[in-house]
């Protein structure tokens, strides 16, 4: 177990459920953004997310949920997500425990290959639950979106006197649509399972104040960790292999180098391809004649 960063930020490279049991303090974390592996087989760098049964599965994913709640202070927030055939499991452990204030669907396009035989999965599930019901942080006026009713259609509420146009803002419901990250968009990185800046950022402005702490047992790209510091709250941010803790390091600025290896973000594919044609054109003169040395 190694620890990186500051008192603001910190970086622990580990086992999320050792590091939970003795890095992190009971009654300690104002909000937890958890999204552990789905089980599904999915490749992080070399190591396959499968377990050798789901019983294994699901009695590991009990464990750290119950230290997490451990970790929450009284007015504590957690957002979890699993995969869809693995949610039930959570969801009736977690209602036993905590309060689940939404259970909310996050929806995506998805226009690579699907499913030929049944209906294959555009959405991943995401519960909202607190410790408190009656003393809990939610910043609705953070996260207003549009309101087509009032602000496109301009329809007109007759029931109140005078009658007024609906708003033209409103809470998000709990069907959100965010772009899966893509391999062209600015923030992607090197990840099977990383999700938007957008999906964290309406989690957070919600759920936490400036100042608050949010954790994140499982952070892969560290995007938890990124959106935390930018909105003025701190952050932990706990992962177990090192290519991943390289990439949360460079995204926060916590370090230039890990192990001797500057830390760089890597140039796509597209990119080194611009690079190689730019070069190449300086070979020649403007009338196309070949540059000698």
């Known amino acids: 177990m190694q620890k990186f960063g500051t008192e603001y930020h910190t970086i622990i490279l580990g086992d999320a459920l050792q590091t939970l049991k003795t890095e992190v303090k009971n009654n300690s974390i104002d909000l937890i953004f958890a999204d552990p592996p789905y089980n599904i087989g999915k490749n992080f760098n070399g190591h396959k997310d499968k377990w050798s049964n789901d019983e294994s599965y699901v009695e590991w994913c009990y464990e750290w949920l119950s230290l997490c709640i451990d970790k929450l202070k009284p007015n504590g927030s957690f957002y979890v997500m699993t995969s869809t055939q693995f949610m039930p499991y959570f969801d ?3 209602r036993n425990k905590l309060t689940i204030l939404s259970r909310i669907v996050w929806y995506y396009d998805s226009s690579g290959v699907q499913a030929k035989k049944f209906y294959g999965s555009m959405y991943e599930p995401i519960l909202f639950c607190v410790k408190d019901p009656n003393n809990y942080v939610f910043n609705s006026d953070a996260i207003l979106v549009e309101a087509k009713t ?3 259609r301009k329809l007109i509420d007759y029931r109140k006197n005078p009658p007024q146009v609906y708003n033209s803002e409103k809470i998000p419901g709990n ?3 965010f772009p899966r990250v893509r391999y062209r968009m600015e923030e992607y990185e090197n990840h099977p399972t990383q999700k938007p800046i957008s999906l964290l950022e309406r989690i957070i ?9 949010i954790l994140d047992p499982f ?3 560290f ?3 990124f959106v935390a510091k930018s909105l003025d709250r701190k952050s932990i941010g706990i992962e177990l292999q090192d290519e991943y803790v390289k990439i949360g390091l460079r995204r926060l600025g916590l370090a230039t180098e ?3 290896e500057t830390l760089q973000k890597p140039l796509k594919t597209y990119e080194t391809n611009k690079i190689q044609a730019s070069h190449s054109l300086t070979l020649f003169e403007p009338d196309g004649t070949y540059l000698h040395e």
């Open 258 to 260: 890990f192990k001797g």
């Open 175 to 177: 069907v959100w649509e």
């Open 92 to 94: 009736l452990f977690l």
């Open 223 to 225: 995007t938890t960790s």
């Open 150 to 152: 009032g602000s496109k």
């Open 205 to 213: 402005k919600a759920s936490s104040n400036e100042g608050a702490t």
């Open 219 to 221: 952070s892969g790209t």
